[in-house]
């Protein structure tokens, strides 16, 4: 599913955007494995080639197919001629680079689109199960979860926001690693709230938020306003992704504390 098309962007042309961004966020997800397999260097130099060789894949494949996008690029240098463009790419080529230094799974690619500001597109793969997951097909949502709500958090960073809410409604705190992975945990049932706090950029979950709202899940600010991107200041410090019927109880809860 992907948002109504614009006058701008035709549906035909959006499915296309899509079914790009996934195969690109796939193809630098098999790049990252591959690199993450046959290295033999220290941890912060495995994080540096993956960044810059996954960023340079992404931009080439881009370049080729939408010569006449923007792209914002938490590896590259930021154009603000891009502030006046309707669509920009929005990308992490490697989201959770410490993660991956530390060789851990739960890292994941990033390539999403913006028109007009709203989050419209995207994909977000993680390489270490090799799946991707787009906004263009994402998976059914599955059956709600029995029990106290899980809460995904920042495996270094939790937010002091998200004991206050999991304090709340009686959820546990989840700790996980990077922003894309979270957003994805809960899509596919292994957690049912993802909350952030404290620092994230656009290309930290642009791509998520898109996977999330095709599949039906709520995502916003955590004062409940829009998510909007290609701003002229690319930070976007706090985020909620989480099923729908937690989006009342945990704004809620939010606007207490």
């Known amino acids: 599913m992907i948002r109504p098309a614009t006058a701008e962007s035709p549906a035909a042309d959006l499915a296309d955007d899509a079914a790009l961004a996934r195969a690109i966020a796939s193809e630098a997800g098999?790049?990252?494995?591959?690199?993450?397999?046959?290295?033999?260097?220290?941890?912060?130099?495995?994080?540096?080639?993956?960044?810059?060789?996954?960023?340079?894949?992404?931009?080439?494949?881009?370049?080729?197919?939408?010569?006449?996008?923007?792209?914002?690029?938490?590896?590259?240098?930021?154009?603000?001629?891009?502030?006046?463009?309707?669509?920009?790419?929005?990308?992490?080529?490697?989201?959770?680079?410490?993660?991956?230094?530390?060789?851990?799974?739960?890292?994941?690619?990033?390539?999403?689109?913006?028109?007009?500001?709203?989050?419209?597109?995207g994909a977000v793969c993680l390489p270490a199960s090799g799946e991707t997951y787009s906004s263009l097909s994402p998976p059914p949502l599955p059956p709600a979860h029995q029990g106290r709500p899980r809460i995904a958090v920042s495996r270094t960073r939790p937010p002091r926001i998200a004991t206050a809410v999991a304090d709340a409604i009686g959820g546990d705190l989840v700790p996980m690693g990077s922003a894309g992975f979270k957003a994805m945990a809960v899509l596919i049932g292994k957690a049912d709230i993802y909350l952030h706090s404290g620092g994230q950029f656009e290309w930290d979950n642009c791509a998520p938020a898109a996977v999330a709202l095709a599949a039906g899940l709520h995502a916003s600010r955590i004062d409940g306003a829009v998510l909007t991107y290609n701003c002229a200041d690319p930070s976007l410090p706090d985020l909620l992704i989480c099923r729908p019927e937690w989006a009342e109880p945990v704004l809620r809860a939010i606007a207490a504390s």
């Open 30 to 121: 098999t790049l990252l494995r591959d690199i993450l397999s046959s290295a033999t260097c220290s941890a912060a130099e495995l994080g540096r080639r993956g960044d810059l060789q996954a960023n340079a894949l992404i931009l080439d494949r881009l370049r080729a197919a939408r010569p006449h996008d923007f792209v914002l690029s938490e590896e590259s240098h930021d154009d603000r001629l891009r502030c006046a463009a309707r669509r920009v790419w929005i990308i992490d080529p490697l989201d959770g680079t410490r993660d991956y230094s530390d060789r851990l799974d739960d890292y994941a690619v990033h390539v999403g689109l913006a028109v007009g500001g709203v989050p419209t597109l």
